[in-house]
């Protein structure tokens, strides 16, 4: 039982690149999220999603588009990396009651 | 939507001592209020978690109390170890679905 599982750990950019950013749960969870976390900010909301074929954006979706195709998994998308998205990205499931917040190990991007 | 604060940012104490941590939500339909633990490089870690319908819930060292009325939370630790010494963040979930709102963090130091 692995939890959530993100990948990768660490990733460095060029400025306009794109890439994604994985997250896959096995606790058949409906619920998933991504948050990102910077100095003194705490973790801001980006996307969820609250079932397979539904997401909406949080507190800072901009520069991000996630999908979910399956209740596994739920990938993040930066479609053209700037520096302000460096950050360190967490994904979480959300056990059907609500509580039970499980973060993945989380993923710390560099954009230069 | 809801909104967090949380005091101090930064807290100090000596071995042996206790820690208070205080939060304010905004939304009195938030039912469901966590606190994490971040060690430094590594996901938020659940610590202890209360629900609106209890005043305060405790777990050896570690206690918190909410005030609905005031709409306001609190971890305690007491008798502080320096392996306490990590991040703390509160949460509030919203009352109609499963975002879960952080505050901006406290990091807690503890002194031998």
């Known amino acids: 039982n692995a939890g959530v599982t993100q990948t990768p750990k660490f990733q460095v950019l060029k400025t306009g690149q794109s890439m994604t950013l994985q997250c896959a749960q096995d606790?058949?969870?409906?619920?998933m999220s991504w948050y990102r976390q910077d100095p003194g900010m705490g973790l801001r909301l980006i996307h969820y999603s609250v079932g397979a074929g539904i997401t909406d954006q949080g507190e800072v979706p901009n520069g991000y588009n996630v999908s979910r195709s399956t209740t596994e998994d739920f990938p993040l998308r930066l479609l053209s990396a700037a520096p302000s998205q460096t950050s360190v990205y967490f994904c979480?499931?959300?056990?059907?009651?609500?509580?039970?917040?499980?973060f993945g190990s989380g993923t710390r991007l560099t954009v230069v | 939507g809801e909104n967090v604060e949380q005091h101090p940012s930064t807290l100090s104490v000596q071995e042996g001592d206790s820690a208070v941590i205080k939060c304010t939500y905004s939304?009195?339909?938030?039912?469901?209020f966590p606190w994490y633990k971040q060690e430094l490089g590594k996901r938020p870690q659940l610590i202890i978690d209360?629900?609106?319908?209890?005043g305060e819930k405790k777990d050896q060292r570690i206690a918190v109390t909410l005030n609905k009325t005031a709409k306001h939370f609190s971890l305690h630790i007491t008798e502080t170890q320096p392996e306490d010494s990590a991040v703390y963040f509160c949460?509030?979930?919203?009352?109609?679905?499963?975002?879960?709102?952080f505050g901006k963090g406290t990091l807690l130091t503890v002194n031998p």
């Open positions: 606790m058949n969870h409906e619920y």
């Open positions: 949460a509030a979930l919203g009352g109609s679905n499963y975002k879960l709102t």
């Open positions: 209360i629900r609106s319908n209890v």
């Open positions: 939304d009195s339909a938030s039912n469901y």
């Open positions: 979480a499931s959300v056990s059907p009651l609500g509580d039970g917040y499980t």
